[in-house]
Nanobody, 128 residues
Framework: HVQLVESGGGSVQAGGSLRLRCASSGMTVNMNCMGWFRQFPGKEREGVVVDYTSGGHPHYAPTVLGRFTISQIVWNNTSYLQMNKLKPEDTATYYC?????????????????????WGQGTQVTVSS
């Protein structure tokens, strides 16, 4: 079965950087997209970035564009989220996701829950 394990979260001061890692296994052939989502306390989970597993077509949320970068190592099923210039409003639980998607831009807005697998989440805290 599909497993996604995030690591790399932690605490950092505003302006700092963190790199999150997602190790995946058991991926099925229909899972053609990978992404990162985040959830603020009391809020719905929201998309940060989604790309095809083959890479090259990332779609970012406007709030992170230019600061966050997704990269994927296809041969070992690993996805990274490099987060630079972090702000206190980036404080959230970050989730890795693998999914079947028509296009990354659509999955960013509304990933189909029946076609998406989630990691357990990793906490990112940015202090001012």
């Amino acid at each position: 079965h599909v497993q996604l394990v995030e690591s790399g979260g932690g605490s950092v001061q505003a302006g700092g950087s963190l790199r999150l890692r997602c190790a995946s296994s058991g991926m099925t052939v229909n899972m053609n997209c990978m992404g990162w989502f985040r959830q603020f306390p009391g809020k719905e989970r929201e998309g940060v970035v989604v790309d095809y597993t083959s890479g090259g077509h990332p779609h970012y949320a406007p709030t992170v564009l230019g600061r966050f970068t997704i990269s994927q190592i296809v041969w070992n099923n690993t996805s990274y989220l490099q987060m630079n210039k972090l702000k206190p409003e980036d404080t959230a639980t970050y989730y890795c996701a693998a999914m079947s998607c028509i296009h990354p831009s659509l999955a960013l807005q509304d990933p189909r829950q029946d076609l998406t697998k989630w990691g357990q989440g990793t906490q990112v805290t940015v202090s001012s």
